[in-house]
């Protein structure tokens, strides 16, 4: 069973860098949502792809984007890195619920560190 | 705005007593609440769910309560076993809000043999 990849698992960047982190949905879903988890802290929402468009977003500034390509896998960019975006971003996929829920399965994360 | 509201920080318990973990929302049209395990280093993972539909569900050592007018929900815990030491997180899903999750804080469990 495929399930949800991400890559690179860690990463150190420096501020003002920009990065871009990657997730393949487990097979079978095709739409992918982002999370950033800061330390100690529940996941926070940052937006959702869907048939390649953004679907919904959260409380994120506009340094923080994304893409998803026709296999359903998907970026997230974020620019002008800053101190405050070190986190754990984790990706998580599902099948499009249309008003019915359905679970969301993550993937292990990217560890970005900023100094 | 949205936001989950989670009980107790940390949990402490030896090994075959029972947790009980509480998570208030907000969100009156929040119909999914999930509730993950998540290990050192590790992935969040589903280990139990509830829809606004039902009341309680189980899953062996595992159960979920829902008190929809309260906008309460809980996660119990039977025999506990030191392999149960996680942090778990609450989240409660929007009807009008697709997939976004709302999370909680997190409650760090530990379970004493």
């Known amino acids: 069973d495929a399930g949800v990849t991400q890559s690179p698992t860690h990463l150190i960047k420096t501020r003002g860098q920009q990065v871009t982190l990657r997730c393949s949905p487990k097979?079978?879903?095709?739409?992918v949502s982002w999370y950033q988890q800061a330390l100690g802290q529940g996941p926070q929402f940052i937006f959702q792809?869907?048939?390649?468009?953004?679907?919904q977003r959260g409380n994120f500034p506009d340094r923080f984007s994304g893409h998803q390509f026709p296999n359903y896998s998907s970026e997230l960019n974020v620019n002008a890195l800053l101190l405050g975006d070190s986190a754990l971003y984790l990706c998580?996929?599902?099948?499009?619920?249309?008003?019915?829920?359905?679970?969301?399965?993550f993937g292990p994360g990217t560890r970005l560190t900023v100094l | 705005g949205e936001n989950v509201e989670q009980h107790p920080s940390t949990l402490s318990v030896q090994e075959g007593d029972s947790a009980v973990i509480k998570c208030t929302y907000s969100?009156?049209?929040?119909?999914?609440f999930p509730w993950y395990k998540q290990e050192l280093g590790k992935r969040p993972q589903l280990i139990i769910d509830?829809?606004?539909?039902?009341g309680e569900k189980k899953d062996q050592r595992i159960a979920v309560t829902l008190n929809k007018t309260a906008k309460h929900f809980s996660l119990h815990i039977t025999e506990t076993q030191p392999e149960d030491s996680a942090v778990y997180f609450c989240?409660?899903?929007?009807?009008?809000?697709?997939?976004?999750?709302?999370f909680g804080t997190g409650t760090r469990l530990q379970v004493f043999p």
């Open positions: 792809y869907y048939e390649e468009e953004e679907r």
């Open positions: 989240a409660a899903r929007g009807l009008y809000n697709t997939d976004k999750l709302i």
């Open positions: 969100d009156s049209a929040s119909n999914y």
């Open positions: 097979s079978g879903h095709d739409t």
């Open positions: 509830i829809r606004s539909n039902v």
């Open positions: 998580a996929s599902s099948l499009p619920s249309g008003g019915t829920p359905d679970t969301q399965y």
